[in-house]
């Protein structure tokens, strides 16, 4: 049923995705963020059970965490969506891990070619963009910064199921992520890519840094290319930056550990600086704006959750794909894309990258599948013991 549901959806709105070629804001005729969202409230019914017991612990502490914020928040009138838009990466976590454990909700050959089919799709949707559209970066489902972090968690699914990826799949993943022009993107890919095909150092090792070292000249060039004047301080996340160092300067030790107070407004020069996102600024006051101003995930989870917040979402993360059976180096490939995702935009914050998580933790590896087939020949209280 799970399998079936995530089928119409991503079906209906990859389609829909041809229809609109006009500006940033028309990547999808459907509001596929919230449509995303819908998707995975609709199967967390179907699965929430059989849940290991290091879910239902992460599930207590964001829980309790999240309690605890909203309460203070709330108390000191704060508007609901903007404390939302600050803890959505804890609901997240909820959300993820009643998929985790020994729950398989999608089939190899599915996962395998819907793969296949999807980077087709968003190739030929990023070259008739190019082609057609108004200028900005091209987009199937949101901005490309978001869907390329879903795109690579599928990648790094299907190498988990095939033991590698096929020249293929290489080469179409390489096409779509280049076309996009997303700085984010061609790092957290080539990051990917070192992580999968680098294991030993031979000739071989050789022919791949070879390779990358290419690569790697491309991604200089995407970035060249994004800079205006020729110079750092034209990428906005140095302004950001800034941004952030300013809120912090009168930091204690303890502040740095556990972030700023629940909805701690960010300074009037701060805002001023970044009046230009005035679509960012508070939804109960347009003079006020948080953390969410400053785009990157890091630098907003490490004000408003501190350095142990930071720690306790990417260590959640690993356990739950662990927990899921999820190979160790896809692992790895993974916090990777999160961390250099989230220096640029939303990482965990993003439904794109839930999806992706849910697909990769859902899969039916080798060591799963053994693990269920061991389950079922078991007692009642040995099963309970195992799990």
């Given at each position: 049923m799970v399998r079936y549901t995530y089928i119409v959806f991503f079906s209906?709105?990859?389609?829909?995705?041809?229809?609109?070629?006009?500006?940033?804001?028309?990547?999808?005729?459907?509001?596929?963020?919230?449509?995303?969202e819908l998707m995975v409230l609709l199967s967390i019914g179907l699965v929430a059970k059989r849940m290991p017991l290091s879910a239902w612990a992460i599930i207590a502490l964001s829980s309790v965490y999240i309690g605890y914020t909203l309460v203070v928040a709330l108390q000191n009138g704060t508007h609901p969506v903007d404390y939302l838009l600050a803890f959505?990466?804890?609901?997240?976590?909820?959300?993820?891990?009643?998929?985790?454990?020994?729950?398989?909700?999608?089939n190899r050959e599915t996962l395998i070619s819907a793969f296949d089919f999807i980077l087709i799709l968003f190739l030929m949707k990023y070259v008739i963009w190019i082609a057609i559209g108004d200028g900005f970066r091209p987009g199937?489902?949101?901005?490309?910064?978001?869907?390329?972090?879903?795109?690579?968690?599928?990648?790094?699914?299907?190498?988990a199921l095939q033991g590698e990826l096929s020249l293929k799949q290489w080469l179409l993943l390489t096409a779509v992520i280049f076309l996009s022009g997303s700085r984010s993107g061609v790092v957290s890919y080539f990051a990917v890519m070192s992580i999968l095909l680098i294991r030993q150092f031979d000739w071989k090792t050789l022919l791949k840094?070879?390779?990358?070292?290419?690569i790697g000249v491309g991604v200089v060039a995407v970035f060249i290319s994004r800079l205006s004047d020729g110079n750092l301080n034209s990428i906005d996340r140095v302004v950001f930056f800034q941004g952030l160092l300013i809120a912090m300067r009168e930091w204690t030790f303890f502040?740095?550990?556990?972030?700023?107070?629940?909805?701690?407004?960010?300074?009037?020069?701060?805002?001023?600086?970044?009046?230009?996102?005035k679509e960012l600024f508070s939804a109960k006051d347009p003079a006020i704006c948080y953390s969410v101003i400053l785009h990157s995930f890091i630098m907003r989870v490490v004000h408003d959750h501190g350095f142990i917040g930071l720690f306790f979402l990417f260590w959640a993360t690993n356990l739950l794909m662990k927990r899921s059976f999820v190979p160790p180096r896809a692992r790895v490939?993974?916090?990777?894309?999160?961390?250099?995702?989230?220096?640029?935009?939303?990482?965990?914050?993003?439904?794109?990258?839930?999806?992706?998580?849910?697909?990769?933790?859902?899969?039916?590896?080798?060591?799963?599948?053994?693990?269920?087939?061991?389950?079922?020949?078991?007692?009642?209280?040995?099963?309970?013991?195992?799990?």
């Amino acid at each position: 049923m799970v399998r079936y549901t995530y089928i119409v959806f991503f079906s209906i709105m990859l389609l829909v995705s041809f229809i609109s070629y006009k500006s940033t804001f028309n990547y999808n005729l459907l509001p596929t963020n919230a449509l995303f969202e819908l998707m995975v409230l609709l199967s967390i019914g179907l699965v929430a059970k059989r849940m290991p017991l290091s879910a239902w612990a992460i599930i207590a502490l964001s829980s309790v965490y999240i309690g605890y914020t909203l309460v203070v928040a709330l108390q000191n009138g704060t508007h609901p969506v903007d404390y939302l838009l600050a803890f959505k990466a804890f609901v997240y976590l909820i959300f993820l891990s009643f998929f985790t454990g020994n729950k398989v909700l999608f089939n190899r050959e599915t996962l395998i070619s819907a793969f296949d089919f999807i980077l087709i799709l968003f190739l030929m949707k990023y070259v008739i963009w190019i082609a057609i559209g108004d200028g900005f970066r091209p987009g199937v489902f949101a901005e490309n910064n978001f869907e390329i972090m879903l795109v690579l968690f599928w990648a790094l699914t299907v190498w988990a199921l095939q033991g590698e990826l096929s020249l293929k799949q290489w080469l179409l993943l390489t096409a779509v992520i280049f076309l996009s022009g997303s700085r984010s993107g061609v790092v957290s890919y080539f990051a990917v890519m070192s992580i999968l095909l680098i294991r030993q150092f031979d000739w071989k090792t050789l022919l791949k840094l070879g390779i990358l070292g290419i690569i790697g000249v491309g991604v200089v060039a995407v970035f060249i290319s994004r800079l205006s004047d020729g110079n750092l301080n034209s990428i906005d996340r140095v302004v950001f930056f800034q941004g952030l160092l300013i809120a912090m300067r009168e930091w204690t030790f303890f502040d740095y550990l556990v972030g700023a107070p629940p909805l701690t407004e960010l300074p009037d020069v701060v805002c001023q600086r970044m009046n230009y996102y005035k679509e960012l600024f508070s939804a109960k006051d347009p003079a006020i704006c948080y953390s969410v101003i400053l785009h990157s995930f890091i630098m907003r989870v490490v004000h408003d959750h501190g350095f142990i917040g930071l720690f306790f979402l990417f260590w959640a993360t690993n356990l739950l794909m662990k927990r899921s059976f999820v190979p160790p180096r896809a692992r790895v490939g993974v916090l990777a894309v999160l961390f250099l995702n989230g220096l640029s935009v939303s990482s965990l914050n993003s439904v794109y990258a839930l999806v992706g998580l849910i697909i990769l933790v859902a899969a039916p590896y080798a060591d799963k599948l053994s693990f269920i087939e061991f389950l079922k020949k078991q007692k009642p209280d040995e099963v309970r013991a195992a799990t």
